[in-house]
């Protein structure tokens, strides 16, 4: 299976692991190319170089900035992205995150919201989503799942 995770954390980071070990594809999908490129270039701070050293070669991981490309094919998408303790500057976050998928997803796709306040959001999540595939003139299904514990590590 071809997971995409829209950010990149320290329990993101456990999480794509996990899923990893298990048999999947997983990319990590972040808007900063500059940290993704650290990232590649083997920068990144303590808490993930614990996770990214513990990878071993056979475990399918990587880390993108072209979004497109990555959505490219993916059966799931967890969105990670932009989570803060602000419910409003969130809420904004998960919204734009969901933008950017239903602009670029180009098959059908399980979207998990994995933030805290999820379960009262599906349906805009679900909005967002559809109004991009109108724009864009897609018919594309896809199921909006609200389960901020999924992996938490």
């Known amino acids: 299976m071809k997971i995409s995770v829209m950010g990149i954390d320290y329990n993101h980071l456990l999480s794509g692991k996990a899923l990893a070990e298990m048999g999947n594809e997983v990319t990590y999908i972040s808007k900063d190319n500059k940290r993704i490129n650290n990232i590649k270039r083997g920068y990144y701070n303590s808490y993930e170089a614990k996770v990214i050293k513990s990878l071993s070669k056979k475990e399918s991981i990587?880390?993108?900035?072209?979004?497109?490309?990555?959505?490219?094919?993916?059966?799931?998408?967890?969105?990670?992205?932009?989570?803060?303790?602000?419910?409003?500057?969130?809420?904004?976050?998960?919204?734009?995150?969901?933008?950017?998928?239903?602009?670029?997803?180009?098959?059908?796709?399980?979207?998990?919201?994995?933030?805290?306040?999820?379960?009262?959001?599906?349906?805009?999540?679900?909005?967002?989503?559809?109004?991009?595939?109108?724009?864009r003139n897609k018919n594309i299904s896809f199921e909006v799942i609200a389960n901020p514990d999924f992996l938490k590590a």
């Open 62 to 135: 990587g880390f993108s900035a072209d979004i497109k490309e990555a959505l490219k094919n993916t059966n799931m998408c967890f969105i990670s992205e932009g989570l803060t303790a602000d419910s409003d500057n969130q809420m904004e976050e998960v919204l734009n995150t969901a933008k950017i998928v239903g602009k670029h997803m180009n098959s059908h796709m399980f979207i998990i919201d994995r933030s805290d306040a999820s379960m009262s959001r599906v349906g805009q999540i679900k909005e967002t989503i559809e109004e991009e595939l109108k724009k």
